[in-house]
């Protein structure tokens, strides 16, 4: 079975300083990942995704993600958070192994960018 | 140029009601998705379909059931409605769900509220 945990309900950051939003995956094959941001009242935005090659993924709006496989990590960053950053984020996984169709959510975690 | 839309986008109901939500897609995917977004933003998944055909049909109240007239909509019709059913209900949609990497858009969501 696939699963994602993010391990920090909520993360404080202040503005300018470089911001980290934790994801670890489990699967029972490889892994296809993606992280997601909902502002609040809207729907989920498709922010970046690892797939295969290269660890450090860049996406949308500044940001980045390394995938660790020895870890089993997939950690959002970005180097300097801005006050327009704050919002929920959600890490998925989808296990390429088990031929899974369907993409697994963690609980998400708010960040809150601080002026 | 809505990507993916829904209507309606809030929706307030009485106990016992009869409801639906639509969903329109006009990215040209095959693939189309039902979420559930509990009061703890938690998000699961319900249903997909993929060129009109069911392939995830996870445990959920036969209350509830989707419709696909075509590939571009996907609606959800919800019998008998019960306070449990408060929720956020997003809408998405891939390009072909069977490479595992394809990218889902998510519409802006309905919240239901059942009094």
């Known amino acids: 079975a696939q699963s994602v945990a993010q391990p920090e309900d909520q993360v404080n950051v202040a503005e300018g300083n470089p911001l980290t939003v934790k994801c670890t995956y489990s699967?029972?094959?490889?892994?296809?990942l993606f992280w997601y941001v909902q502002y609040p009242n809207r729907g989920l935005q498709f922010l970046l995704k690892y797939i295969t090659g290269d660890n450090l993924v860049k996406g949308s709006y500044g940001f980045e993600a390394e995938f660790n496989k020895s870890q089993t990590s997939f950690h959002l960053k970005k180097p300097s958070a801005l006050v327009s950053d704050s919002a929920l984020y959600f890490c998925?996984?989808?296990?390429?192994?088990?031929?899974?169709?369907?993409?697994?959510f963690g609980k998400g975690t708010k960040l809150s960018v601080i002026p | 140029d809505t990507a993916v839309s829904q209507t309606p986008k809030y929706l307030v109901t009485q106990m016992g009601n009869d409801k639906s939500i639509k969903c329109e897609q006009n990215?040209?995917?095959?693939?189309m998705y039902w979420y559930k977004q509990d009061s703890k933003k938690f998000l699961k998944i319900m249903f997909s379909y993929n060129n009109k055909e069911l392939i995830i049909n996870e445990t959920v109240p036969n209350r509830f059931s989707p419709k696909s007239p075509d590939k571009a909509h996907l609606n959800l019709h919800i019998n008998s409605l019960e306070l449990g059913d408060s929720a956020v209900y997003f809408c998405?949609?891939?390009?072909?769900?069977?490479?595992?990497?394809?990218?889902?858009?998510f519409g802006p969501g309905t919240r239901l509220t059942v009094l």
């Open positions: 699967v029972s094959g490889n892994p296809y």
């Open positions: 998925a996984v989808r296990d390429a192994g088990a031929g899974s169709y369907q993409l697994t």
């Open positions: 998405a949609s891939s390009q072909d769900f069977a490479s595992g990497t394809d990218t889902q858009y």
């Open positions: 990215l040209g995917h095959d693939t």
